[in-house]
Nanobody, 122 residues
Framework: QVQLVESGGGLVQAGGSLRLSCAAS????????MGWFRQAPGKEREFVAG????????NYADSVKGRFTISRDNAKNTVYLQMNSLKPKDTAVYYC???????????????WGQGTQVTVAS
């Protein structure tokens, strides 16, 4: 088990950038694949980006490809999501999550942070 705490959310104008961070507790962080998900009001939680255990392999939802970058620093037990060229439709609560599987399915992730709000104004 890992405990996850997100930070870095906020209000930004369309076209702007934000960097989310997710700090993990425990000594097993490097054994987990990490993902970022988001949930907008009235919508289901959806996959945004994922990174494998070493940080060498990443994958992204089509809606964020070319704009968002996920990375991790295993020495700092932290995963990041750099979000550029933000759009109003990116507005959501963003969650980081840990999984033994490198996958995009919500059900495969069993460790979740509390979420951080990202609001993109038009």
């Amino acid at each position: 088990q890992v405990q996850l705490v997100e930070s870095g959310g906020g209000l930004v104008q369309a076209g702007g950038s934000l960097r989310l961070s997710c700090a993990a507790s425990g000594r097993t962080f490097s054994r987990y694949a990490m993902g970022w998900f988001r949930q907008a009001p009235g919508k289901e939680r959806e996959f945004v980006a994922g990174v494998d255990w070493s940080g060498g392999i990443t994958n992204y939802a089509d809606s964020v490809k070319g704009r968002f970058t996920i990375s991790r620093d295993n020495a700092k037990n932290t995963v990041y999501l750099q979000m550029n060229s933000l759009k109003p439709k990116d507005t959501a609560v963003y969650y980081c999550a840990a999984s033994r599987l490198f996958n995009t399915e919500v059900a495969d992730y069993d460790n979740w942070g509390q979420g951080t709000q990202v609001t993109v104004a038009s």
